[in-house]
T-cell receptor
């Protein structure tokens, strides 16, 4: 069974600070997804990374897929209170319909 | 994700009752997935359905849980004789093609509370 380990589990920072959260696995993935989930809502897809070493930017968010396609990171620059939420990484197993999620990083950005 | 509609948003049941959770996928989507999220846990896959067919139910408990996606109408996740351990947020997602190729759109979920 593939596992996606996310760290840190909780992160509380001041507005304007930078942060990085991580998603690690011993398995190799063909692609990996990052979602953001707000309380009482479903996850919303932020990005899909496919190629080892790939870097994708979404405004102040930078996503990186490890060269070996086993790990990924999400870096947020100048965090804002609106970035508060649960950040989840997810991936499909080889040939599987099932999307496996990590437990997430709960981010709080304090004004 | 506003296009995937789940109802009810909140459902309270007493132990032993039945819970029915409904999901209408986004327009044009014929693939539906159910996930369960427990407090401090990640989302866990339960079942994947296409119209009138269950494709993969390997994540669903063998007893008391069932799912359907009829030709007409919403997908239904049914939990019979609920127990306190069934309390969780249940999310439905849909896609227009098989999930390894397509983006999943999630609904806002149904929060089930079993008293």
């Amino acid at each position: 069974t593939q596992l996606l380990e996310q760290s840190p589990q909780f992160l509380s920072i001041q507005e304007g600070e930078n942060l990085t959260v991580y998603c690690n696995s011993s398995s190799v993935f063909s692609s990996l997804q990052w979602y953001r989930q707000e309380p009482g809502e479903g996850p919303v897809l932020l990005v899909t990374v496919v190629t080892g070493g790939e870097v994708k930017k979404l405004k102040r968010l930078t996503f990186q897929f490890g060269d070996a396609r086993k790990d990924s990171s999400l870096h947020i620059t100048a965090a804002q209170p609106g970035d508060t939420g649960l950040y989840l990484c997810a991936a499909h197993g080889a040939g599987s319909y099932q999307l496996t999620f990590g437990k997430g990083t709960k981010l709080s950005v304090i004004p | 994700n506003a296009g995937v509609m789940q109802n009810p948003r909140h459902l309270v049941r007493r132990r032993g009752q039945e819970a029915r959770l409904r999901c209408s996928p986004m327009k044009g989507h014929s693939h539906v997935y159910w996930y369960r999220q427990l407090p401090e846990e990640g989302l866990k896959f339960m079942v994947y359905l296409q119209k009138e067919n269950i494709i993969d139910e390997s994540g669903m408990p063998k007893e008391r849980f069932s799912a359907e996606f009829p030709k007409e109408g919403p997908s239904i996740l049914r939990i019979q004789q609920v127990v306190r351990g069934d309390s969780a947020a249940y999310f439905c997602a849909s896609s227009s093609d098989i999930p390894t190729n397509e983006k999943l759109f999630f609904g806002s979920g149904t929060q089930l509370s079993v008293l």
